[in-house]
């Protein structure tokens, strides 16, 4: 197989207190074509990140090459086409959706399917990248994922499938953010009381948001790392606040600046201020990155 096209989702990350654990795919996609080649690198980036040059320092490539390495695939050549869709720098994963492109289109090229197998080795792998597994774990699988790290050094995550009634809306602003960015502005350390509360709420979001969305108004509450990064986003959080105090389940979608909104009917109460940013209805993606040879329909 010397060519492959990946279909990669978006993903939404911590969903209130569950941080570094817990993600949601999202059905907006990037979608990238890998040709092997015989020397360098070549390509092109349409939509998102349209200005990114193709070279061995972009991501997608940098993650192809690492499971090239992994699975001892001779890749001396790349020719990338990227069509992306998925927001960069707005909390809903863009950057873990280029790595699972890149190592997804290696597995695909080595004919190594992701599956029961060869998943928990790619998502390590993936995972490694950013280090926490939550976006990637959920643009692998699909679906709602759960995710830790063993031994301080291994990353592990379970596909939960969600409740068939939810019904995600996304408001992106205009406004960038790097994770880097907002990760600094969190505390080495928070009350004992806010880590309870943080346990708690993070098991609840799982309940929730599998068996019983009736509960998703408290399980997504947060004082593990929202409040500590408002300066970062203060209209995310003022639109997050709104929704909540109208009934409506909201969360700053990973290091923002996107809200993520699970309203019960999945439409927007008429009276919160949305001005600003753009709202999305985006089922959740239910099966996760996909892989096919080009020009066939084999997977």
């Given amino acids: 197989m010397r060519a492959v096209r990946v279909t990669v989702p978006a993903s939404a990350a911590n969903l209130g207190s569950g941080f570094d654990a817990l993600g949601l795919a999202l059905a907006r996609y990037d979608v990238v074509e890998v040709r092997a080649t015989g020397t360098g690198v070549t390509g092109?980036?349409?939509?998102?990140?349209?200005?990114?040059?193709?070279?061995?320092?972009?991501?997608?490539?940098?993650?192809?090459?690492?499971?090239?390495?992994?699975?001892g695939l001779?890749?001396?050549?790349?020719?990338?086409?990227?069509?992306?869709?998925?927001?960069?720098?707005?909390?809903?994963?863009?950057?873990?959706?280029?790595?699972?492109?890149?190592?997804?289109?290696?597995?695909?090229?080595?004919?190594?399917?992701?599956?029961?197998?060869?998943?928990?080795?790619?998502?390590?792998?993936?995972?490694?990248?950013e280090g926490h597994a939550d976006n990637v774990a959920a643009s692998l699988s699909g679906g709602l994922a759960l995710a830790w790290v063993e031994d301080d050094s291994t990353y592990r995550a379970v596909r939960l499938e969600p409740h068939a009634g939810l019904r995600p809306v996304v408001l992106v602003p205009e406004e960038h953010s790097a994770t880097s960015l907002t990760r600094g502005l969190l505390p080495a350390t928070v009350p004992h009381a806010d880590a309870a509360?943080?346990?708690?709420?993070?098991?609840?979001?799982?309940?929730?948001?599998?068996?019983?969305?009736?509960?998703?108004?408290?399980?997504?509450?947060?004082?593990?790392?929202?409040?500590?990064?408002?300066?970062?986003?203060?209209?995310?959080?003022?639109?997050?606040r709104e929704l909540r105090a109208n009934g409506v389940p909201a969360t700053v979608s990973g290091a923002g600046p996107t809200v993520l909104a699970l309203p019960p009917d999945g439409a927007l109460?008429?009276?919160?201020?949305?001005?600003?940013?753009?709202?999305?209805?985006?089922?959740?993606?239910?099966h996760g990155v996909r892989a096919e040879r080009i020009g066939t329909n084999s997977r």
């Fill in 74 to 129: 001779d890749l001396p050549g790349v020719e990338l086409t990227c069509v992306n869709a998925i927001p960069h720098a707005r909390g809903l994963g863009s950057s873990a959706a280029a790595i699972v492109a890149g190592i997804a289109a290696g597995y695909a090229l080595a004919d190594r399917p992701l599956d029961d197998d060869t998943r928990a080795d790619a998502l390590d792998l993936a995972a490694s990248f």
């Fill in 197 to 240: 509360f943080a346990a708690g709420r993070c098991a609840l979001a799982v309940h929730a948001l599998t068996a019983r969305p009736d509960l998703l108004l408290a399980a997504t509450a947060d004082r593990l790392h929202q409040d500590y990064r408002e300066s970062a986003w203060p209209n995310t959080m003022r639109v997050v």
């Fill in 44 to 71: 092109t980036v349409t939509g998102e990140g349209a200005d990114l040059v193709v070279d061995e320092k972009h991501l997608v490539v940098r993650a192809l090459r690492a499971a090239a390495d992994r699975l």
């Fill in 269 to 286: 109460p008429a009276g919160v201020d949305t001005g600003g940013f753009a709202a999305l209805d985006l089922p959740i993606d239910r």
